[in-house]
């Protein structure tokens, strides 16, 4: 093994298969490991990236690099012909461009060479030609500019996707209303920043079968990616989602590179390696959309709302990515927090020649959320109301179907509000600190899992297989992807609970889409309430199984059993029982092999219209937190020294793990209030003119450190959802939205002046400072909200006017191709 790397010996581990080649080992180009086993050398993928945000690709001759001596292969976007993304309205991304680049840092080639350094080094000997095209830097200039188009599909011109829909008389709303607020804010993007960079390892066995291992959120809908981009049979490809080191949403897209490993491995029959640096991690993005809002909102003397109008321009990048979805989550959840009776949104998402947004925690909400919070203390202090109060008179109900049909079940939101205004001495604080300290608070919703696939189908979300071993052991088969978040647990403490052993009892067997059921990913705070329900419905058969032996051999009835304490015993007679070892085994005597499936689909959902698809969740989480800051009126600098939030999480399956996840979004949230902004700018004519990333490094992307983060005092709200496993609703992204507006208050009361976009930055307070000594108005942010072409609104009648769930003016929509089961068999369905 004298001559194998550290990567040789690593797929020998992870499961590399091995070959003979007529009965000797085969040396060129492999490593022997011993007499029979042979595995060939890794080899390294670096990729060529455009230097330019919008040109043609005119000419690519690699004929330097391919014969430069450690090179095994050259790709470019030739060898890819076929399109690919992770929504089937947006298939429209390349794994390497055949003839336009939309962004800098867009691939254009990719090279496979005998080590990391010579791929890279390569990379300069591969001429590109190109012809620049005018860039969009932002959305207006999207609007202004419609050619050249970024792409060939969309609404019109460089807009991909517009929203507009309308649920009840919004006009004799506004006329009920005894005040009526507008107010435009604007939040800036930003990126994940995992700890771990995207990575990947794509390898061919024997039989001329793909195994990629990838740094993925979504293995199966990566595997359906690689199926099509590769004109594969999806049966002959194996993805592995491995353990990472962190997510937020930014590796729940289809990235170039998982597509030309996949390719590279393919003609080469050798294992293919990348691992992006931090700068390619920024180019390849999916972050949080720029949106800017505007909120009209009419209120009653109480603070009651009567009406609600939001329009967003949304800030799309240079692709579709989840964007269609992202859309319609901009003012999807906007009914689920408070009480909204009559509600129209609008919305726009422009392309522009910056790399794609698309789901970064919280996915399309916290930009919404962050403008109606802050309207909200706006309007409680020109009512005279105390915020508080005035949140938890409007406050939304359990068992309720809101104005766009979002079905409650359960909300603990004025519980939450209740708490951290008790833990935080809000009452003793808010407007009565010195000058310069203030609290602020804030409120949020999100969803427990997206109620539809990705692609529609009828089949299962979550499935989750287990295998009982006569040694007592539980092995658990599910598609759900660990990403750091505690999946692994839940999965694990759901089957434990039900049997009555211990967790550590049970193997989880995860993310594999050769090994496991399906799971549709880790995104959308989905995988406790659909991989829990899934494992608990296993495990409840395995149970029943187990029970019936048991009862056989005790002579008692199967009811009167409890499983507990690695034991099954009588609860007549608790001395009476088998161990949970000796039950596996009578069952195996009675039943043969013991192996159960569970598994997990979303009830309907109450919203028929087009469009209702995005934000119906089986059971909503909610979330409240008081923010105390300090801000320096000389500098402008802030320092947040306290947090307390509370989150209604249903039940706590894992208390540790869910506290970390609410800490954790504090974290995150404070990051984006203060410092975080995927921001850009022009480079001068003389050098390109090109639109390049301000800050694609972590020495000038600005996130918080350990020494940055406040003293958080957490509550778990526990109100058990009927929908939710043992009664568990999501905690890994809805405690993040109320930060950054409560941020926002806190500043407003500890100075006086209203910062209405994020990032909060010094030199944003201190001009509203300025504008304050001035005595102009003491505020920061968008000063307008330009004119946008939305379309005609969708009339839903609401439930309380007699709707349906239909809009009254609905077109008729051709039939589409729907893709019926997994395998891909396509027949002509008419969508809902």
Known sequence: MSDATPDDRRLRIIGVPRRRVDGRAKVTGQTRFADDIVLPRMLHCKLLRSPLPHALIKRIDTSRAAVRPGIHLVLTGRDFPIDYGILPVSQDEQALCRDKVRFV??????????????AFETLDLIDVEYESLRSVSDPEEGLEHPSPRIHDYGEEGNIHKRVSLNFGNLEEGFAEADHVFEDTFFYEGNTHLPIEQHAAVAAVDQDGKLTIWSST???????RALSRALEMD??????????????????????????????????LGRPVKICLTREEVFYCHRGRHPVLMHLKTGVKKDGTITAMHLRTLIDGGGYGSYGVASTFYTGAL????YRIPRYRFQACRVFTNKPPCGPKRGHGTPQPRFGQEIQLDKIAEALGLDPAEMRLRITEQSDTITANYMRVTTTGLAECIRR??????WKEKFRKLPEGRGVGLACSSYLSGAGLPIYYNKMPHSGVQLKLDRGGGVTAFCGATEIGQGSDDVLAACIAEVLGIDPFDIRPVTGDTDLTPVDLGSYSSRVTLMMGNAAIQAAARARDLLAEAVAGRLGVPKQRLVFASRRVFDTEDPGKGVSFREAVCLAEEEFGTLGTTGSYTPPPSAALYKGGGVGPSPSYSYTASVVEVEVDKVTGWITVPRVWIAHDIGQAINPTLARGQVEGSVYMGLGEALMEEQAFRRLPAKLSGALV??????????????????????DLIENPDPRGPFGAKEVGQGPLLPVMPA???AVYDAVGVRIDEVPITPEKILKALEAKAAGKLPRYGPARFPDVPYPEPLQVPTPWEGGDGRAVNQPERKPAVKLDNEAGTKNKVARP
């Open 420 to 425: 951290v205004v008790e833990r935080s001495g």
């Open 743 to 745: 941020v926002a208050n």
């Open 105 to 118: 840092g867009d691939p254009v080639a990719a090279v496979i060479a005998k080590d990391e350094l010579t």
């Open 217 to 223: 959120q979504v293995p199966h809908y990566l595997h």
């Open 693 to 714: 990333h301000k800050f694609p490094s972590m020495l000038e992307y600005k996130s918080p450190t350990s020494l940055d983060m406040p003293e958080i005092f957490t």
């Open 334 to 337: 906007q009914t689920v927090t």
């Open 234 to 267: 999806p049966a002959h490809i194996r993805v592995i989602a491995t353990p990472n080191g962190g997510g937020f949403g930014g590796k729940s897209d289809i990235l170039n590179h998982e597509i030309v490993l996949g390719k590279a491995a393919l003609l």
